[in-house]
């Protein structure tokens, strides 16, 4: 259990600084929608990946 929790927090860590990397005046809530759905497609089951939790 706690090396699954450990690759989460890993996971959310990258997605969460890819994001922060990559945001400019042009990205909109458009960009962490999309993100939202192609994450919650990639890890079915696990609900965190919600637009707010982005």
Do not use: D, H, R
Not at 5 to 12: A, D, K, Q, S
Not at 26 to 31: A, F, P
Request: charge should be negative; hydrophobic fraction near 40%; glycine fraction near 10%.
């Amino acid at each position: 259990m706690k090396a699954v929790n450990i690759v989460l927090i890993n996971l959310y860590w990258e997605i969460g600084k890819s994001i922060s990397e990559n945001q400019t005046e042009n990205w909109g809530k458009y960009v962490v929608a999309t993100l939202s759905k192609e994450l919650q497609k990639e890890f079915p089951g696990i609900g965190e990946f919600s637009v707010g939790n982005l």
